[in-house]
């Protein structure tokens, strides 16, 4: 059994909950926010989404499955969502001492501990969760003993340049070519687009991909504030003024919007979870979608030739937008949700189809 040294978790309003340590020993400070999945761990921990964050998880027990082998399929890895882990820190209820899984190559604790990440168990996390659900996500600081630090609000950094690849990175070899902007890209859509043959042109968050060879270009996922983005927001809106399709998820539907002029705001505690349900607009349809954001598009801002496409049944906020008449949309919830469910994946497919008929 682990030799457990006592921590504690403090938040911006005062509140402080002491708890045992399970990871690396060393103080950080982030962003508070919750995810209520039941599993998928080693997918969320590993979601560039997640860069600067604390992560408290609302399940009680964490860990006992263990964590996959480092395996790589296609260049990437097989069953991770990028090739390191992104939050900053871990809070659960109960940690899983004992793992058993078919796949698991090591514990939660080992890994952390790999990638110098501290997690904490022994947390009242519903009582934690509740203080986030009324007054929103906040800052907060682990620290153990007398090894003191500050507060530090990722917001105001521009953390995809930290979620980003820092070069051009190509994946497959078929058609259509597509070119993934990676804002925090997870691995989990180069996979899908894979998956259709497509081949993948990989490039950084502010890379001018104006002069690249490619039938349609994707805008992915991704940490922090939108309108830290500029750059990338400048070469989207030049490929607008054409006509070959583009889609976009999660940051990449605020990005996209922010393209065709619309705004962006932060929510209170944002939608991370694997059970949102989103209306598609003008039918009756719903679909349980994956999400993990904290801002969203605000739909009165949009212009006259775009309008929301998906709609948040639990607080009506955007979930995608969509051109009127050109091959452009995109969704805030995951349609390759890693991990699950894979009920909007056809999206994908809807993609790949606008740039066949383009």
Known sequence: MLQ???????LEDGNVFVGKSFGSEKPVAGEVVFYTGMTGYPESLTD??????????TYPMIGNYGVPAGATENGIHKYFESHKLHISGLIISDYSFEFSHWNAEKSLSDWLKEYEVPGLFDIDTRALTKILREKGSMLGKIEFEDEKIDFYDPNKENLVARASCTQREVYGNGNPRVVLIDCGVKNNIIRCLLKRGAT???VPWDYDFSNEDYDGVFISNGPGDPAMCTETVDNIRKTLTGSKPVMGICLGNQLLARAAGANTYKLKYGHRSHNQPVLLRGTE???????????AVADETLPEDWEPMFTNVNDNTNEGIRHKTKPFFSTQFHPEASSGPTDTEFLFDDFIDKIKNA
Not at 285 to 295: E, K, V
Request: glycine fraction near 6%.
């Open 200 to 202: 993948v042109i990989r």
């Open 48 to 57: 560039p989404s997640y860069t600067g964050q604390i992560l408290v998880s």
């Open 285 to 295: 349809r719903c679909f349980i979608t994956s999400q993990n954001h904290g801002y």
């Open 4 to 10: 457990v040294r006592q921590a504690k978790l403090t």
